[in-house]
């Protein structure tokens, strides 16, 4: 077994019911053959750099998982035959991967989601706390710039 990423986007026209069919079917191929999903992240509806089957926008679905390559190969034909499927890319990540690299894998998936999540937080703290200390000095600033115009 080996281990895998990929990401696909699909159209943005389907709706959430067809998005998890996909995807559904999708980790059905991977799982199958003693292949297991490590992490799977829906991104959602993005902006595409550049227009792909006409289309602008994109719903990006990332896979990290560890299967044999039989099944990566049977996964990307089936990406080319489905009309929902807009582009595709699978890479490689190890030679080898058994049972406890998957669990290590999918803990250090979940170690790094809480991370980011903690510093998206600490983020939005910091700007509320921006935008209350420049609301505060805005009137000031208004008050100075009445006076100077009056004083004239």
Known sequence: MRR??????????????????????????????SGEVIALDKMGLRKLAY???KE??????FCDYGTDPANVTEMERKFRIDDAVMKYMTVKLADTIDA?????????????????????????????????????TKPKAKEESTTEKSGE
């Open 56 to 61: 602008s926008n994109g719903y990006y679905v």
């Open 4 to 33: 895998y990423e990929t990401i696909y986007i699909l159209r943005p026209t389907l709706g959430e019911e067809e998005i998890n069919k996909v995807i559904e079917g999708t980790n059905a191929i991977l799982s199958s053959d």
């Open 51 to 53: 227009l792909i089957k």
């Open 100 to 136: 406890d690299g998957i669990t290590a894998a999918r803990s250090e998936y979940e170690a790094a989601k809480v991370a980011a999540a903690e510093e998206l937080a600490e983020e939005e703290e910091a700007d509320s706390d921006k935008k209350v200390d420049s609301t505060e």
